[in-house]
Protein backbone atom coordinates (compact mmCIF):
# COMPACT_ATOMS: atom_id res chain seq x y z
CA UNK A 1 0.00 0.00 0.00
CA UNK A 2 1.48 3.12 -0.96
CA UNK A 3 -0.01 7.27 -0.40
CA UNK A 4 -2.74 8.57 -2.45
CA UNK A 5 -1.36 11.04 -4.80
CA UNK A 6 -2.94 14.57 -5.16
CA UNK A 7 -4.17 15.12 -8.73
CA UNK A 8 -2.20 18.37 -9.61
CA UNK A 9 1.26 15.93 -8.51
CA UNK A 10 0.17 13.61 -11.15
CA UNK A 11 -0.72 15.90 -13.83
CA UNK A 12 1.98 17.70 -13.11
CA UNK A 13 4.00 14.48 -13.55
CA UNK A 14 2.57 13.59 -16.25
CA UNK A 15 3.22 16.87 -18.73
CA UNK A 16 6.82 16.13 -17.26
CA UNK A 17 6.85 12.76 -18.96
CA UNK A 18 5.51 13.94 -22.22
CA UNK A 19 7.53 16.90 -22.72
CA UNK A 20 10.83 15.45 -21.38
CA UNK A 21 10.68 11.93 -20.88
CA UNK A 22 13.63 10.92 -22.30
CA UNK A 23 15.42 13.11 -19.57
CA UNK A 24 14.15 10.71 -16.63
CA UNK A 25 14.46 6.93 -15.98
CA UNK A 26 13.68 4.80 -13.24
CA UNK A 27 16.11 6.45 -10.44
CA UNK A 28 15.08 8.89 -7.78
CA UNK A 29 18.05 10.34 -7.44
CA UNK A 30 18.93 11.01 -10.97
CA UNK A 31 14.88 12.20 -11.22
CA UNK A 32 15.26 14.40 -8.50
CA UNK A 33 18.52 16.01 -10.17
CA UNK A 34 16.44 16.30 -13.48
CA UNK A 35 13.68 17.76 -12.38
CA UNK A 36 15.70 20.49 -10.58
CA UNK A 37 17.05 21.15 -13.97
CA UNK A 38 13.47 21.15 -15.96
CA UNK A 39 11.01 22.69 -13.48
CA UNK A 40 11.38 25.60 -10.91
CA UNK A 41 9.72 24.01 -7.65
CA UNK A 42 10.43 25.79 -4.91
CA UNK A 43 9.17 23.16 -2.14
CA UNK A 44 11.24 20.44 -1.83
CA UNK A 45 8.84 17.61 -0.51
CA UNK A 46 6.47 18.46 -3.39
CA UNK A 47 9.89 18.27 -5.69
CA UNK A 48 10.60 14.39 -3.88
CA UNK A 49 6.92 13.68 -4.62
CA UNK A 50 6.78 14.36 -8.02
CA UNK A 51 10.43 13.01 -8.73
CA UNK A 52 9.56 9.67 -7.21
CA UNK A 53 5.63 9.60 -8.82
CA UNK A 54 7.94 10.03 -12.37
CA UNK A 55 10.09 7.30 -11.54
CA UNK A 56 7.23 5.57 -10.69
CA UNK A 57 5.78 5.64 -14.07
CA UNK A 58 8.71 5.32 -15.78
CA UNK A 59 8.93 1.54 -14.24
CA UNK A 60 5.19 1.08 -15.53
CA UNK A 61 6.20 2.49 -19.04
CA UNK A 62 9.44 0.02 -18.90
CA UNK A 63 7.58 -3.02 -18.05
CA UNK A 64 4.42 -2.13 -20.38
CA UNK A 65 7.10 -1.85 -23.40
CA UNK A 66 5.27 1.53 -24.65
Do not use: C, P, Q, W
Not at 6 to 25: L, P, Q, W, Y
Not at 31 to 48: F, M, P, T, V
Not at 54 to 66: D, F, L, N, V
Amino acid sequence: MGRIKIVAVKSMGDEIIKEHGKNFSEDFDSNKKALGEIKDIKSKKIRNIVAGYISREMKKIKTSGI
